[in-house]
């Protein structure tokens, strides 16, 4: 069993950064992957960024290639995702999700969620 909890989401100007972090618990959480996702409000829910579970090998959804960056500490049981260059259409809910699918931008590769923190980009 693994929970997850995200934390650092705010308000923040077009343009700025902030980074958001996922905190781990259940001994098993370092050989799960891990992705991040975003609901804004009216539209479906959106892949932003995926690690696998040594940290080895990212992947990134097309709207945020070269802005956002996702790591991960195991040690820590802690997943980030540090966000540059922020727009208003990055505003939404982010969640941190761990799991072991194959199509890690599909949300059907995660068995575990956390309850998402929000994210406002003002113009």
């Known amino acids: 069993q693994v929970q997850l909890v995200e934390s650092g989401g705010g308000l923040v100007q077009a343009g700025g950064s902030l980074r958001l972090s996922c905190a781990a618990s259940g001994r098993t959480f370092s050989s799960y992957t891990t992705g991040w996702f975003r609901q804004a409000p009216g539209k479906e829910r959106e892949f932003v960024a995926a690690i696998s579970w040594r940290g080895g090998v990212t992947y990134y959804g097309d709207s945020v290639k070269g802005r956002f960056t996702i790591s991960r500490d195991n040690a820590e049981k802690t997943v980030y995702l540090q966000m540059n260059s922020l727009k208003p259409e990055d505003t939404a809910v982010y969640y941190c999700?761990?799991?072991?699918?194959?199509?890690?931008?599909?949300?059907?590769?995660?068995?575990?969620w956390g309850q998402g923190t929000q994210v406002t980009v003002s113009s």
């Open positions: 999700a761990a799991g072991r699918g194959f199509l890690v931008s599909s949300g059907e590769a995660y068995d575990y």
